[in-house]
């Protein structure tokens, strides 16, 4: 199996930033698409961003302008880096990786935990 872990949430102000990272790990062989989504309580999750092994990357309309996606193919790593953050940001965010284990197929939407981000003042 992939593994997905994020970390780097926690509580930041109104107007602060905040930077999150997963990392992929274990039974790796091959990762496509990687994103982000989140999901606050009573809403289903949605989308945040997304970035493909080309670097071609995709934003909802409520981040644009304010995150960026990026990722470091070496390190299995994808990052969302959080500015200008307001409180209706405040969710839990979640890691996702279109990836392969073992071979080249099948190929599955792996998941990470979750790490909160609360933005409040």
Known sequence: QVHLVESGGGLVQPGGSLRLSCTASGSIFSINAMGWYRQAPGKQRELVATI????VTNYADSVKGRFTISR???KNTV?????????EDT???YCNAEASAYG????????GQGTQVTVSS
């Open 52 to 55: 493909t092994n080309g670097g």
């Open 72 to 74: 470091d193919n070496a």
């Open 104 to 111: 080249p197929y099948p190929e599955n939407d792996y998941w």
């Open 91 to 93: 969710s839990v965010y």
């Open 79 to 87: 990052y969302l880096q959080m500015n200008s953050l307001k409180p």
